[in-house]
């Protein structure tokens, strides 16, 4: 791989003649010899949505605007310096939330309950907790309301608080502007003792930090779809995942951690070329590995937007398409949106690029295909039509299978709690591997909107006893929801309630 190794290092050129030989040397590489020696199913980590829309699957695209790899490169040296910790058993565990009243959903298959693993994990805490977060609001009064479903939430609070007087550390990273304006939660952490910082994304990428994962003791990590909400914990159906006794991923994800912390110092601006100790080389092109418990596991992390990703981080979007992309037996997912646009930039803009890899998952691989998408009385109804769209290349006679049915959650007499009863998971499963993300499927949360995404593959060693893996346990909960009566399909949605549906 030594041209690669050219392509890392020639910020320390600075002479321009050298830079565009090494340039052309590297296309030429990338676009005669690579294909040749490695699978065909690399471009992942795409820099330009034009490569995207017009050219999805086919060129190998790894240079970033400066010229720079984009850093899914790697050398083998640097593989083996970060081989899975030897200390480390990195158990993953699914953790979800389930909004209050659905009597109809089975009790399982279920993945554990979130509150119970976030008290867990504070209980455990012995040195530091590190939280990143798009807003804070874990009590009731943040918005006026009194009902007993916020409890959790406040009692989530205070051990925070207590995690403070045990002299844990709490490190917070939240968004700036925040939607939740009323809440006091931060400012009282940080009366006794939590260090905060609010990341003006909005100033620095036209976006949000939506993030949402902890790092505990830099060893155990939470990541998933919940806010530090109380109605994260009761009202929203939300899912995450755990990863207990786990350095290297832990540390890995700090990484990511640190991008926003130094992003909220006074007057930080996004370094054009983030410093060396934010890269990492646990990626696509190598996840870390470990077995534990009979099962294989390999797991990485993504992030977005790309000024967040340092060299050798995986793009949110990449991880995602390639996902897609390796899907054989079947693709399932639930996300909260479903917008093949652009959501928050005005004018609109098309922006087809996970719906064009759906498609062709669909079409040329005859992947069966379902989307669990959500609605609740905040959804925007300009969604149903592209969701219609998808659905009709079903095709029994060519084998292409697209379906979508929506998620309900029924407000029941939980009306008084705004912006909730909806469905919040973003993740996505096929046989080979398990996506849990952060992201809504529209083009902002890849472009300006900070997230994160872990993704796991996990196979049975032991093939005489094979235990349940992450995709066999999130598949179970998918088709729990999927077959669940509060899943409607498509042509159902006319008359529901709980939905805006008037397209
Ligand atoms: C803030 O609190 C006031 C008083 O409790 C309430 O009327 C208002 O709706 C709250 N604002 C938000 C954004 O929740
Ligand atoms: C909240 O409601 C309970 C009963 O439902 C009541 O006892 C309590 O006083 C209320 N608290 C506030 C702050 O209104
Ligand atoms: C916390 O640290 C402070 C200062 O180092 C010390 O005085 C105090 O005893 C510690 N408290 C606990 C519970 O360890
Ligand atoms: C993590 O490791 C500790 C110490 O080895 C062990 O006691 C604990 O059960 C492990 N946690 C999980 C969830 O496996
Ligand atoms: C990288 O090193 C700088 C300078 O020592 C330090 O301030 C920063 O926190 C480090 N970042 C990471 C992700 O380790
Ligand atoms: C449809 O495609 C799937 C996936 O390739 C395949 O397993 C299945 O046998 C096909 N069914 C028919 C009727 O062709
Ligand atoms: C709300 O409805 C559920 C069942 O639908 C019921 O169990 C619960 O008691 C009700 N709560 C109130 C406050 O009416
Ligand atoms: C998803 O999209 C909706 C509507 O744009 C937005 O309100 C929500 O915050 C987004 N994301 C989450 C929380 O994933
Ligand atoms: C999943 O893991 C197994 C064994 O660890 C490996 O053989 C397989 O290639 C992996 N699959 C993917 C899609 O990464
Ligand atoms: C608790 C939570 O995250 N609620 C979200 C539910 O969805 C609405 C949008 O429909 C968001 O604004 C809320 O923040």
């Not at 709490?170 to 009366?191: C, F, H, K, Q, Y």
């Not at 294989?296 to 340092?310: D, E, R």
């Amino acid at each position: 791989m030594k041209a690669d190794k050219t392509m890392q290092k020639p910020s320390k050129f600075q002479i321009i003649g050298v830079l565009s030989v090494t340039w052309l040397l590297a296309v030429v590489f990338m676009y005669f010899l690579r294909p040749a020696i490695l699978p065909p199913v690399l471009n992942l980590e795409v820099e330009k949505e034009e490569d995207l829309l017009y050219r999805p699957w086919g060129n190998e695209k790894t240079f970033t605007e400066e010229g720079q790899s984009n850093g899914g490169e790697l050398e083998e040296k640097e593989v083996e310096e970060e081989a899975w910790s030897s200390v480390d058993a990195c158990k993953f565990v699914l953790v979800e939330s389930i909004p209050e009243d659905l009597p109809y959903l089975p009790a399982r298959p279920a993945a554990q309950p979130l509150i119970q693993s976030w008290m867990e994990l504070l209980d455990s805490a012995q040195d530091s907790v590190h939280v990143a977060s798009f807003y804070w609001s874990l009590t009731g009064s943040d918005i006026g309301v009194n009902d007993s479903s916020s409890q959790p939430g406040e009692e989530l609070l205070e051990k925070l608080e207590t995690l403070l007087a045990r002299n844990v550390s709490l490190t917070i990273a939240t968004s700036d502007p925040t939607l939740a304006l009323n809440s006091t939660d931060l400012e009282v952490l940080m009366g006794k003792g939590a260090q905060v910082r609010k990341i003006p994304m909005k100033h620095l990428t036209q976006g949000v930090l939506h993030s949402k994962f902890w790092i505990v003791d830099m060893k155990h990590v939470y990541l998933g779809s919940a806010n530090m909400d109380w109605r994260s914990l009761t009202q929203v159906k939300e899912l995450g995942i755990v990863i207990y006794n786990c350095s290297s991923l832990a540390h890995d994800l700090e990484k990511t951690f640190q991008t926003y912390w130094i992003l909220g110092a006074p007057g930080a601006t996004i370094p054009k070329h983030w410093p060396q100790n934010y890269s990492t080389n646990i990626n696509w092109h190598q996840p870390l590995q470990g077995t534990l418990d009979g099962m294989v596991t390999t797991a990485y992390f993504s992030a977005s937007p790309p000024v967040l990703c340092p060299k050798g981080r995986t793009r949110d979007l990449g991880a995602l398409l390639s996902l897609i992309r390796d899907a054989k037996d079947f693709l399932y997912a639930s996300v909260m949106e479903y917008f093949p646009t652009s959501r928050f930039q005005h004018p609109f803009k098309y922006w087809p690029v996970i719906d064009n890899a759906l498609r062709e998952a669909a079409f040329n691989r005859h992947v069966p295909i379902r989307l669990l998408i959500s609605c609740g009385k905040n959804s925007d109804p300009s969604m149903f039509p592209y969701l219609r769209s998808l659905q009709a290349l079903t095709n029994p006679q060519a084998n292409v299978t697209i379906d979508v049915k929506i998620f309900i959650i029924p407000v029941g007499n939980h009306s008084n709690i705004p912006f909730s009863r909806v469905n919040h998971s973003k993740y996505a499963v096929t046989e080979k591997k398990a996506y849990v993300g952060t992201s809504n499927w529209s083009e902002d949360y890849f472009t300006n909107t900070a997230g994160v995404g872990v993704i796991v593959n996990q196979s049975s060693s032991d093939p005489q006893h094979p235990a349940p893996t992450i995709q066999d346990n999130l598949r179970g909960i998918f088709e729990r929801d999927w077959q669940s009566p509060y899943a409607i399909s498509l042509e159902k949605l006319p008359g529901q309630q709980d939905c805006v549906w008037h397209a």
